[in-house]
């Protein structure tokens, strides 16, 4: 079964470092979504990419978050610097063509620990 | 403000029994509703999701039910088995007509004991 792929699973970083998420969608999905889930909160928004361009990155801390999908297949996530705030679980997920009834498939997440 | 609401942090029930989460919504352009169940060190689990077209969705074990007047939907799970043991969340997403993003709730931990 077609599963997302994300890397690494687990990150400690120390504040004002930089750090990077990877991201490999199912085959063929054309949406791709960046979330953040704080403990105890649902997931939250960041970035969707619809193949490789921004549809909406309203919750994207443009500061310090940016991200992108060159080539419309895998995704990268960076946070430079981290702060102590950052520390949560970022999942991936995508779709196959980004439409209203289609289901969001989520990846494994990565785990940021910032000290 | 929280747009989907899932009050209960946790819920126990017994093996076999049902189990019964719920959901609360304000925002009246939701028009299609998801379920997700997510065990620790994994990402959420698309479960079962419901358009505003309808009231009630079955898929297996798992039904999901929706009132639109009231703004509120519910996930029943009947009967309950020990590997449901998880947080579920509920999402929500208004109807643009183009690709529009998942409001989640906070997640209800479900625990499903022998």
């Known amino acids: 079964e077609a599963e997302v792929a994300q890397s690494p699973r687990y990150k400690i970083t120390e504040k004002s470092q930089a750090v990077a998420f990877w991201c490999d969608p199912i085959?063929?999905?054309?949406?791709l979504y960046w979330y953040r889930q704080i403990l105890g909160q649902g997931p939250e928004l960041l970035v969707q990419?619809?193949?490789?361009?921004?549809?909406?990155d309203s919750q994207l801390p443009k500061d310090r978050f940016s991200a992108e999908r060159l080539k419309g297949v895998d995704s990268t996530l960076k946070i430079q610097p981290a702060e102590l705030g950052d520390s949560a679980m970022y999942l991936c997920a995508s779709s196959l063509a980004g439409t209203d009834q289609e289901t969001q498939y989520f990846g494994p997440g990565t785990r940021l620990l910032v000290l | 403000d929280q747009q989907v609401k899932q009050n209960s942090p946790s819920l126990s029930v017994q093996e076999g029994r049902i189990s019964i989460l719920n959901c609360d919504y304000t925002n009246s352009m939701f028009d299609y509703f998801l379920w997700y169940k997510k065990y620790p060190a994994e990402g959420p689990t698309f479960l079962i999701s419901?358009?505003?077209?309808?009231d009630k969705n079955e898929d297996g074990r798992f039904t999901v039910f929706l009132n639109k007047s009231a703004k509120h939907l519910s996930l029943h799970i009947v009967p309950s088995q020990p590997g449901d043991s998880a947080v579920y969340f509920c999402?929500?997403?208004?109807?643009?007509?183009?690709?529009?993003?998942?409001?989640f709730g906070t997640g209800t931990r479900l625990q499903v004991t022998l």
């Open positions: 999402a929500a997403r208004p109807n643009t007509g183009t690709a529009s993003k998942l409001t």
């Open positions: 990419f619809q193949d490789e361009s921004v549809v909406d």
């Open positions: 419901i358009s505003s077209i309808k």
């Open positions: 085959s063929g999905h054309a949406t």
